[in-house]
């Protein structure tokens, strides 16, 4: 097995046996600490430790029965579902202009909505705070959305674009030659046939959303502070175990969107 | 055709063209108001001094030696932390590349559950895990490589593990994908040629990889530059990032001019890198495939 030949240059598995021992333990070092997190926060004790020496649902029950985490987690929860409902339409409807057009114009729309990926954050953080105080919107729902949405746009717009990639443009001109308006050829042609992807750019709005700490650092607060704000908060202070049960249940629903995505993927081959 | 016809025509294709694009503007509208509007307005803040006269004063504070040390540390971290990503990633990327797709593709679900976990509750992780009486202290007493607890987080080395793990994904994600992208025949004919393994890498698939590679590279020190969170958590005070001296400025002193400026650098410094590796590299290879 060791003396098999692993690669066309004439390389053995034994040869790569380091390659194969170093890849192993880099990919655990990626995904063991968010999974160790899990049973560490069913310990017992106010000390988390790996094996937990008693298992016990406090840290559960004390983020259940506090109405600060709850209310925080009904923002964050607000916040994502109207972030992904505001970011997707707008995301998907530029990037099927994107697509049809090939002028200068639509170029430049082009980079303007990958910005909100390449400015620094924390400056948008800050350039948001200091408009919505003139606007009078920070701590509001309203100014978190916002806020929000132009920072999904990418992200909406990058997973649309490589659905649309394998999608053949042709059938939107058959239906358009076939006497279809652009809008019905959309609805009726495009639309019924990009559904899988619509869904993950949705998803990925959502996780953006709920995840999203430095912009919500600057704009969030008082009785609409987000659940990643006031986590944030509380990780300066101490670490309390509490954040062990968010954490865990935010890991199981990062985890339970990356498998619906893939398995979408693999879907549409 | 007549000339009316021909006239009419163009009109026709340039109110089309127009009308194609307004479907784009309530993005582009998101994007004008909520970001380019505020950073042209902080910019602007920037030139302006406590008195409200245009000057240069914001970013003559800069050559503080408080925030020389600051842009200094953050250079260095974001050099450890890349150089680190390298060092962990291209092994990765280069065998799952190696292996058969749907095994490629297995491995790479390892790489991209971290990328969409919140990168705070990777944060919280580390901060258990590393903390004195932690996981990899209570290993490490246990094998008896150490025999003390070792100060592992609130530091430097605790900022650099969380920063690395946090940026990994985004090296190993465009790196394997320029990887599989090469063709099996170079190598193929490189062994046919008769150049042994060590040759056929460096000669043939390493130059194939490295407009991944690069653009990896970018991606990771960018993030860096900018990173908040993980160094504000890991670094426990001891670690000053440009990030981090842009919220004190406002947070704790409301000095938007001198923030304003540090965030206008920042900028000019992040445009600058990305401007050059698309120059290097042609426009769509740095984001198209990350």
């Given at each position: 097995m060791l003396k098999a030949q692993a690669s066309d240059t004439g390389i053995t598995h034994g040869g790569r046996l380091w390659l194969y021992v170093a890849t192993g333990l880099v990919l655990a070092y990626l995904v063991l600490p968010a999974l160790l997190i899990v049973p560490m926060s069913f310990s017992g004790s106010r000390y988390l430790e790996f094996p937990p020496r008693s298992w016990s649902l406090q840290w559960y029950q004390a983020y259940f029965g506090s109405p600060e985490w709850q209310d925080a987690t009904?923002?964050?929860?607000?916040?994502?579902?109207l972030t992904t409902l505001v970011s997707v339409p707008l995301g998907l409807s530029a990037c099927y202009a994107l697509r049809l057009t090939t002028s200068w114009v639509g170029r430049a729309v082009g980079v303007a909505l990958s910005l909100p990926m390449i400015v620094p954050v924390i400056f948008i953080g800050i350039g948001l705070f200091f408009v919505y105080a003139r606007l009078g919107i920070n701590n509001t729902l309203l100014g978190i959305v916002l806020g929000h949405t132009l920072l999904a746009l990418p992200f909406v717009v990058i997973t649309v674009e490589a659905g649309?990639?394998?999608?053949d443009m042709n059938q939107e001109m058959a239906a358009r030659s076939l006497g279809a308006s652009r809008a019905r050829a959309f609805f009726d042609v495009v639309l019924p046939q990009i559904k899988l992807v619509i869904i993950s750019a949705a998803l990925f709005a959502f996780i953006t959303s709920l995840d999203e700490v430095v912009v919500a650092l600057f704009v969030s607060g008082g009785e609409n502070a987000t659940l990643p704000r006031l986590m944030f908060s509380a990780l300066r202070d101490e670490i309390d175990p509490?954040?062990?049960?968010?954490?865990s249940l935010l890991t199981v629903i990062s985890v339970g969107v990356l498998i619906v995505v893939q398995v979408m993927q693999a879907r549409r081959g | 055709m007549t000339a009316v016809n021909t006239l009419e025509l163009s009109r026709d294709t340039r109110r089309e063209r127009v009308r194609l694009l307004l479907p784009s503007g309530p993005g582009f509208a998101v994007v004008l108001l909520l970001l380019i509007l505020p950073v042209g307005w902080l910019f602007l803040l920037s030139l302006v001094d406590g008195a409200g006269h245009l000057s240069l004063v914001n970013y003559e504070r800069l050559l503080q030696p408080l925030y020389i040390r600051t842009f200094i540390s953050t250079l260095e971290i974001s050099a450890i932390v890349t150089g680190a990503c390298v060092l962990l990633g291209f092994p990765v990327a280069y065998l799952l590349s190696q292996l058969p797709p749907w095994l490629g593709s297995l491995g790479m679900i390892f790489v991209l559950i971290p990328f969409w976990t919140s990168v705070l509750v990777r944060t919280y992780a580390w901060l258990v895990l590393l903390q004195r009486r932690g996981l990899v202290n209570n290993l490490l007493l246990q094998i008896g490589l150490i025999t003390e607890p070792l100060q592992l987080v609130y530091n430097m080395t605790g900022t650099i593990i969380g920063m690395t793990h946090v940026l990994l994904p985004f090296l190993i994600l465009p790196l394997y994908s320029s990887m599989r992208a090469i063709n099996g025949?170079?190598?193929r004919a490189a062994a046919n040629c008769g150049a042994g393994p060590t040759k056929a890498f460096w000669g043939i698939f390493m130059p194939l990889c490295t407009p991944g590679l690069t653009s990896g590279v970018i991606l990771v020190f960018v993030l860096c530059?900018?990173?908040?969170?993980?160094?504000?958590?890991?670094?426990?005070?001891?670690?000053s990032m440009w990030s981090m001296q842009i919220e004190s400025n406002i947070a704790l002193y409301s000095n938007w001019g001198a923030a304003s400026a540090l965030g206008v650098l920042l900028l000019v410094v992040t445009l600058?890198?990305?401007w050059g590796v698309r120059r290097l590299l042609g426009a769509d290879r740095v984001y198209g495939d990350a």
């Open positions: 009904i923002v964050s929860l607000e916040a994502a579902a649309l990639k394998s999608f509490t954040i062990a049960a968010i954490s | 025949d170079y190598m530059m900018g990173f908040y969170v993980t160094p504000s958590l890991l670094g426990g005070g001891k670690v600058l890198l990305l």
